[in-house]
């Protein structure tokens, strides 16, 4: 069973940059692309991006430029690094391999003055 722990949420000024993390285990992490979703306030989920198992990355227009997705296949953790962060980026931050319906607890972001 996969456990996924999101942290490196946080309050921060529009303009300004977090970097969250997912520690993922119960799993062969090389052997999943992962992707990373969000959920603002009274909005379903919404997909943010995705890093394949060769390291490659899709994303959403409405992060692509300020937000890079990486992974660290040693330590089993996938990173999403945001930058330029706005207000519309306020969400609580999930990650999930490909193709299982799993969500560990998220992380919250909010991005306010």
């Known amino acids: 069973q996969v456990d996924l ?13 977090l970097r969250l993390s997912c520690v993922v285990s ?4 090389t052997n999943y692309h992962m992707q990373w979703f969000r ?34 296949n040693v330590e089993n953790i996938v990173y999403l690094q945001m930058n330029t962060l706005k207000p519309d980026d306020t969400a609580v931050y999930y990650c999930q391999p490909l193709g299982m319906n799993s969500w560990g607890q998220g992380t919250q972001v909010i991005v306010s003055s």
């Open 39 to 72: 959920q603002a306030p009274g909005k379903q989920r919404e997909w943010v991006g995705r890093i394949r198992i060769g390291g490659s990355t899709t994303y959403a227009d409405s992060v692509k430029g300020r937000f890079t997705i990486s992974r660290d």
């Open 26 to 29: 119960g799993i062969i992490f």
């Open 5 to 17: 722990v999101e942290s490196g949420g946080g309050l921060v000024q529009p303009g300004g940059s």
